[in-house]
């Protein structure tokens, strides 16, 4: 079974610019999540799919951050325009619908420098 | 507002030893407490989980104990393994409401275990 899936890997850009994400969950798994890992802190969820509708985004800075889930399977998550503070992982991870939620598979990650 | 705390960045032990790694919450809603392990340039991957309503849950050389009283788990591995040295989270999901199967994230444990 193929795992989560993520590009690119890592990516630097300079403040103000913009940059895009790209995740692709385990075949056949409904709920969709984008997390945010600063250096030394734990994942800190930005938003939350279930097939291809939002379920949480309240920790998603709308002002900058944008995210989609075009027909409930692949995703991106964009940034525009970055700054500074962005500098993080950002973890895709895909779990299957139900009580089996609670177990949440994880991508590599995208390490993204903003200078 | 930090829920689910592990107050050690680091742990230290030597191989074939006891690995003990902590957990404090502050939400009594929790419903499931889960470990995660990270190796570097990797995404968490699930180790072990234990239901609100159980005390221990074991899996081979994991052990997870869950004090709901203190509101405090821990993660017993025994024996240490070189292999185990990763960082380690402590998670934890809220039961109901709109975002089911959201997960908040402790800091992290650096777990070393020496030869």
């Known amino acids: 079974e193929a795992g989560v899936a993520q590009s690119p890997r890592y990516k630097i850009i300079e403040k103000r610019q913009s940059v895009a994400f790209w995740c692709n969950p385990i075949?056949?798994?409904?709920?969709l999540y984008w997390y945010q890992q600063i250096l030394g802190q734990g994942p800190k969820l930005l938003i939350q799919f279930q097939n291809n509708g939002v379920v949480d985004d309240s920790q998603l800075p709308k002002d900058r951050f944008s995210a989609e889930r075009l027909k409930g399977v692949d995703s991106t998550l964009k940034i525009q325009p970055a700054k500074l503070e962005d500098s993080a992982v950002y973890l895709c991870?895909?779990?299957?619908?139900?009580?089996?939620?609670?177990?949440?598979?994880f991508g590599p990650g995208t390490r993204l420098t903003v200078t | 507002d930090q829920q689910v705390k592990q107050n050690s960045p680091s742990l230290s032990v030597q191989e074939g030893r006891i690995s003990i790694l902590n957990c404090d919450y502050t939400?009594?809603?929790?419903?499931?407490f889960l470990w995660y392990k990270k190796y570097p340039a990797e995404g968490p991957t699930f180790l072990i989980s234990?239901?609100?309503?159980?005390d221990k849950n074991e899996d081979g050389r994991f052990t997870v104990f869950l004090n709901k009283s203190a509101k405090h788990l821990s993660l017993h591995i025994v024996p240490s393994q070189p292999g185990d040295s990763a960082v380690y989270f402590c998670a934890a999901r809220k039961a109901g409401g709109t975002s089911y199967g959201k997960l908040t994230f402790g800091q992290g444990t650096i777990l070393t275990v020496h030869p």
């Open positions: 234990i239901s609100s309503i159980k």
């Open positions: 939400n009594s809603m929790f419903d499931y």
């Open positions: 991870a895909s779990s299957p619908a139900g009580l089996l939620s609670y177990e949440q598979y």
């Open positions: 075949s056949g798994h409904a709920t």
